[in-house]
């Protein structure tokens, strides 16, 4: 009997101390992230009910999103505003289908914008959708389990600072000009700068550092809770931000390891995993060596414009990908849902081509990295597998003499057109490789050519964050 409970005390010793062992880590949790390159990025608020009009004047200036400030509505009128929000036609499976057609492999959605107004259920304001509409439905909730069950990465935008209708957010001041003509604009003008962007007594009834404390972070704990597989948060607008109040949700954020963080939290001492470029792609030296996204628009504003008219094309968004994808970064393309909770046509159509492009030649895109070869006809893409690298040519400006150049010492296996596999000719020099294109018609706007090489190329590393950083639009 002695014998079998030493046996049994030495069995149960191996156990804890298999369990004591830290589990090694495998994976770096931007991996995923590298291989999606292309997500999804909702604004949607009751700031849609307004369509960008307040008063029968359009706003003059910045998206729609920004109209409370921007027209400086006061806080009790976009209060009765937001509680007629009932988007009886919003539907979170479509949204994320339409996301997932068009080759997406990120959702990320505005928790809570500037305005203040929560998408979600939230005991630290009951400004939210599902205390204060008729809708009374959690559409973050919604969101994340329609990711879940399309096998969707979920991510989260929450404004830490910026809050206009929960009393001490902080108030980026912008002028009266930018909103309407207003006849009181001068008054107006005059207290904004007074009460560091404020124009409404109720904004100022409690302190900015109260309100990080009893709804900013009270709000990102109910959301880190709740969502145990959030892949990403979306930090905006660090306006009044301290280094102090920024040190506590960074210590919060050190309990989920996880989830991904932009540089938006505090600037520069809190740079995040990854950068934020805002409308645009920027220049190759400005992102060599760092992780980042360009956040962009596929109209005019992020949050629904009534009267937009200037949608981006297919082609557009095309390009744009490829442009980020040969920089190494990641596009995030914006939608803003309509007061029923619709996607506008024309974004829905544009993404449906881009979606079919992509079904034909998405591994010019995922799994990609940059190439830091920048040619003048178009774009060079980079991809490793275990024992080679792939470059893939994507072709703007057809060559006249039928000679494509590429710059650089390659040892070349085979090229060929992506489209049809059809082997082309080529030359290897040493600081140089043409293809001979004669024979060959371009017959799409980007024509993609495979460059199979007989070896990996030399390894390009990247490091979470930097110095660098890019401007946000309206963090003034």
């Known amino acids: 009997m002695k014998k079998r409970l030493t046996f049994l005390m030495v069995c149960l010793m191996m156990i804890l101390s298999t369990q004591a062992k830290p589990i090694k880590q495998t994976t770096n949790k931007m991996d995923w992230w590298n291989e999606a390159k292309f997500g999804l990025f909702v604004h949607w608020g009751p700031y849609c009910l307004y369509g960008g009009v307040y008063d029968g004047y359009r706003q003059q200036h910045g998206g729609a999103e920004w109209i409370m400030n ?56 009951r400004f939210n959708i599902v205390d204060w509409t008729p809708f009374n439905r959690d559409v973050v909730d919604e969101v994340a389990k329609a990711c879940k069950k399309y096998d969707m990465k979920f991510g989260l935008y929450y404004s830490h600072a910026q809050d206009w209708n929960n009393a001490g957010g902080a108030t980026s001041r912008k002028l009266m000009t930018e909103g309407w003509a207003n006849p009181d604009s001068a008054y107006i003008d005059n207290f904004t700068k007074e009460h560091h962007g404020a124009w409404d007594y109720r904004q100022l009834e409690r302190s900015f550092e109260d309100y990080i404390h009893e709804v900013s972070i009270p709000q990102m704990k109910e959301l880190l809770t709740r969502y145990k597989d959030l892949a990403v948060l979306w930090f905006d607008t660090p306006t009044n931000m301290n280094d102090q109040l920024a040190q506590e949700i960074h210590d919060l954020m050190k309990q989920y390891p996880q989830i991904i963080t932009n540089d938006r939290l505090k600037r520069p001492n809190f740079p995040g995993d990854y950068k934020t470029p ?48 040969a920089r190494g970064g990641n596009l995030l393309l914006n939608v803003g849902p309509d007061p029923m909770g619709i996607v506008p046509e024309p974004a829905c159509n544009c993404l449906v081509g881009v979606g079919d492009w992509l079904k034909k030649y998405g591994e010019v895109l995922y799994g990609t990295q940059r190439s830091e070869m920048y040619p003048t006809w178009g774009e060079c893409v980079r991809k490793d597998t275990k024992k080679n690298s792939m470059l893939y040519l994507c072709v703007y400006d057809w060559p006249k003499n039928g000679q494509l150049n590429l710059d650089g010492s390659f040892k070349v296996k085979q090229v060929s057109m992506l489209k049809d596999g059809k082997k082309i000719g080529f030359k290897q020099s040493k600081n140089n490789l043409a293809l001979n294109l004669n024979g060959f018609t371009p017959t799409e706007k980007v024509t993609i050519i495979k460059v199979e090489l007989r070896n990996k190329l030399p390894e390009i590393k990247l490091q979470s964050n930097s110095e660098k950083f890019f401007d946000i639009a309206d963090d003034k």
């Open 278 to 325: 805002e409308g645009k792609v920027p220049k190759p030296e400005d992102v060599k060596g760092v992780y980042w996204e360009t956040c962009m628009n596929i109209g005019s504003s992020w949050g629904f414009k009534s009267w937009e008219n200037n949608w981006k094309s297919t082609d557009d968004i095309i390009r744009t990908l490829l442009m980020c994808a």
């Open 70 to 125: 921007r027209c400086k509505i006061p806080v009790s009128e976009y209060r009765t505003m937001a509680s007629r929000f009932n988007p009886v036609k919003f539907n979170a499976e479509d949204l994320v289908l339409m996301a997932k057609n068009a080759g997406m492999k990120y959702v990320v959605l505005t928790s809570k914008h500037h305005d203040g107004f929560a998408m979600f259920k939230s005991n630290a304001s």
